[in-house]
């Protein structure tokens, strides 16, 4: 009789045929086995943040699905119909991960990717295991009208490294304004990519990775699945894209003076060659990226202030602890000043200055 009283109570919350309510008793002990369908009918999903921690738990990384789904809270409505049956409970549900491809495809290039699809009762989408992720929303009413909500999910968490799923970048990268998806093997949907929100930052992200790997010392860089969705990482990953091509020289040439007090024409010139640091954060690090180019540079009663290169190069990358900043965008390390490059401008900026060490500044060697 309890048992179909809470089968009852369920059922409105979980729809009929899909609880099942199995007691189990003998000399020593008793408990139920509460089994749904759904196994993620179990947690609340009544405010926007238990919406996102649930989205979370079904398309993102999947080895991290369990200690998730943890932190979730349990349904109090579902809970509270229980609450006359034999304790402890054992609360159990089917979770679907079916294996299928997603395909996206241009004119002159295509890449397949290697998905499982999966679903809650809000959404279904297809989710690549290194913490990447498709999504469509069930119907839902916006500006007036009934539609799905798509969206591209990169895992916040995720630390798998993107040299390790070569095929998850060529993926990504394939994914231009004009190219089209075709789901479940070729069988199911056909939908442009730019239907998907957030998709074209992750695929501009990628193209950026992709670009920067010529950079000496590239290979000793930790790029995460989580970092191209951060977007101080993205900003990082941005520049050393830029930085990779010598027609886009990100970093001044013109006039640069570290001391905003002093002019051009109080400094004495001498040529030599400039080294200066580029700072980047991504999710786990800070890059610090040498430039250094040949040119004039400026000297305010003796010390050095200032610089003018025609051309710059990168000659390595290091890697150090991340250390934390007040700004999202990569910095240009002049002592008592920060210029932080944002949009593919440079912009002047207080942030970072002094916490860095003597070591990481701006350098010099006359001819």
């Known amino acids: 009789m309890r048992a179909d009283a809470a089968r009852k109570i369920a059922e409105p919350i979980t729809g009929p045929v899909q609880i099942q309510i199995q007691i189990h008793r003998d000399a020593d002990s008793q408990a139920t086995l509460?089994?749904?369908l759904d196994l993620y009918a179990w947690f609340e999903q009544g405010t926007p943040a238990e919406q996102e921690a649930l989205y979370l738990v079904t398309f993102g990384k999947p080895v991290r699905r369990d200690q998730r789904m943890r932190k979730l809270a349990l349904s109090g409505?579902?809970?509270?119909?229980?609450?006359?049956?034999?304790?402890?409970?054992v609360l159990a549900g089917f979770v679907m991960d079916h294996p299928t491809r997603v395909r996206v495809q241009t004119t002159l290039a295509s890449a397949e990717l290697p998905v499982l699809r999966t679903a809650n009762e809000q959404h279904f989408g297809y989710v690549y295991p290194a913490g990447f992720a498709l999504t469509f929303s069930a119907r839902v009413e916006k500006d007036g009208q009934h539609v799905h909500l798509m969206r591209a999910l990169a895992d916040p968490d995720s630390d798998a490294r993107l040299a390790d799923h070569p095929v998850l970048l060529d993926f990504l990268t394939t994914c231009r304004p004009e190219?089209?998806?075709?789901?479940?093997?070729?069988?199911?949907?056909?939908?442009?990519?730019?239907?998907?929100?957030?998709?074209?930052?992750?695929?501009?992200?990628?193209?950026?990775?992709?670009d920067a790997?010529?950079?000496?010392?590239?290979?000793?860089?930790?790029?995460?699945?989580?970092?191209?969705?951060s977007p101080e990482s993205r900003n990082s990953l941005?520049?050393?894209?830029?930085?990779?091509?010598?027609?886009?020289?990100?970093?001044?040439?013109?006039?640069?003076l570290a001391?905003?007090?002093?002019?051009?024409?109080?400094?004495?010139?001498?040529?030599?060659?400039?080294?200066?640091?580029?700072?980047?954060?991504?999710?786990?690090?800070?890059?610090?990226?040498?430039?250094?180019?040949?040119?004039?540079?400026?000297?305010?009663?003796g010390d050095l202030c200032g610089f003018k290169v025609p051309a710059f190069r990168v000659d390595n990358i290091q890697v150090l602890p991340r250390v934390p900043s007040r700004s999202l965008f990569p910095r240009v390390l002049?002592?008592?000043?920060?210029?932080?490059?944002?949009?593919?401008?440079?912009?002047?900026?207080?942030?970072?200055?002094?916490?860095?060490?003597?070591?990481?500044?701006?350098r010099f060697q006359l001819d």
């Open 259 to 301: 001391a905003r007090e002093v002019e051009e024409k109080d400094c004495d010139t001498a040529s030599g060659t400039i080294h200066g640091p580029v700072a980047c954060n991504l999710a786990d690090s800070t890059l610090v990226v040498w430039f250094s180019g040949h040119g004039s540079a400026l000297f305010h009663d």
């Open 334 to 362: 002049l002592g008592p000043r920060t210029l932080i490059w944002d949009q593919g401008r440079w912009q002047e900026s207080d942030a970072d200055t002094g916490l860095w060490s003597d070591e990481v500044g701006l």
């Open 77 to 89: 409505r579902v809970m509270g119909g229980l609450a006359h049956l034999p304790q402890p409970y």
């Open 34 to 36: 509460i089994t749904f």
């Open 238 to 256: 941005m520049f050393l894209g830029a930085a990779a091509d010598p027609q886009t020289q990100p970093i001044p040439r013109g006039l640069l």
């Open 179 to 210: 190219s089209v998806f075709r789901f479940d093997n070729g069988d199911g949907l056909t939908l442009d990519v730019t239907y998907f929100d957030s998709l074209g930052d992750l695929a501009q992200c990628a193209a950026s990775y992709r």
């Open 213 to 229: 790997q010529i950079l000496d010392g590239w290979d000793a860089v930790p790029v995460m699945v989580k970092d191209i969705a």
